[in-house]
């Protein structure tokens, strides 16, 4: 069998930037708490590196509540950013805060912030529950409302005549997001668009359905935590009608999804560290290969 490595895949800029804030706090602060407020980025071994490092993971779906659990000492935030509630809990509590937000999601609040003071109400497209559309939304949430599927768009009720402007979330489907965006021209002729999805989600999703045009079947390393990692799998089977199978670890790799298949692609959500990718491409090379 054929192992194809599909090219970018893994870590983006937003990743490595955050992961080496998060190790250098944890080394200059021997002795004083430090915690991640949620995960530093969605993957179970960077997270368990960070606390080798000593860094704690606070997890809770609601940061402002998770904030309860710190009592002293330094707040990190995390790529995904944060709301306003949070910053500002964060210092009523008198911790000292270092934001790891990726530049591509803090230009998002800044377009979000210009577009409300421009007297928009906007539409964000985005997953419900994920940290990062509730960093956003909080940034006014009687202005902000929140579209996950195509379907709600027809749900919305804008008076006739109301400025308004559609962003979104850093790592969706392109295509979705497309999908939406079409809807709500459709409904709201006037309305202004931005597409906020990150180039690093672009490129690693255009490279596996491109690459999977020529594979059978199509491994994804990444956590089921990972939304970048899931969408990847979802576009490579919706764009491509390509297998795709989410691997946290080459542990998790089942042989059999490989009879009959003579030539798989490997990619890898940003968040996922490039030696599990290794591993996982190493242990698909090892399979026997079928007479
Ligand atoms: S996936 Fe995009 S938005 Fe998220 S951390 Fe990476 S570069 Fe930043």
Redesign the pocket.
């Known amino acids: 069998m054929e192992v194809v490595r599909i090219t970018p895949r893994g870590y983006?800029?937003?990743?490595v930037e955050?992961i080496r804030m998060a190790k250098k706090v944890g080394a200059q602060n021997a002795g004083e708490p430090v915690a991640m407020l949620g995960y530093l980025?969605h993957n179970e071994h960077v997270t368990r590196e960070l606390e080798e490092h000593g860094v704690r993971l606070v997890d809770s779906d609601d940061r402002v509540a998770g904030l309860e659990h710190i009592d002293s000492g330094t707040v990190i935030f995390t790529?995904?950013g944060v709301s306003p509630a949070v910053v500002d809990g964060a210092r009523a509590r008198g911790l000292r805060i270092v934001d790891a937000t990726?530049?591509?999601?803090t230009r998002t609040h800044d377009l979000v912030r210009r577009l409300l003071e421009d007297g928009n109400e906007i539409v964000y497209i985005g997953k419900r529950g994920h940290p990062?559309p509730e960093g956003v939304v909080g940034i006014d949430p009687a202005r902000i409302q929140l579209v996950e599927r195509v379907e709600e768009v027809d749900g919305l009720d804008y008076p006739p005549g109301t400025r308004l402007a559609v962003t979104c979330q850093?790592?969706l489907s392109m295509w979705d997001t497309k999908a939406i965006i079409d809807r709500l021209v459709e409904r709201y002729s006037d309305i202004e668009v931005h597409n906020e999805i990150?180039?690093?989600?672009q490129e690693r999703q255009e490279a596996a359905v491109r690459a999977a045009a020529d594979l059978d079947c199509v491994v994804v390393v990444g956590s089921t935590r990972s939304s970048?990692s899931r969408r990847l799998v979802q576009v490579v089977e919706e764009r491509a009608g390509r297998r795709a199978h989410l691997v946290d670890t080459a542990a998790d790799l089942d042989p059999a999804w490989f009879r009959g298949v003579r030539r798989v692609g490997v990619t890898a959500g940003?968040?996922t560290p490039t030696q599990i990718t290794r591993a996982v491409i190493a242990a698909l090379e090892a399979l026997p290969d079928e007479e």
């Open positions: 983006c800029h937003g990743v955050a980025v790529a995904h990726c530049s591509d999601v990062e850093t790592t990150c180039l690093a989600t970048n940003a968040s």
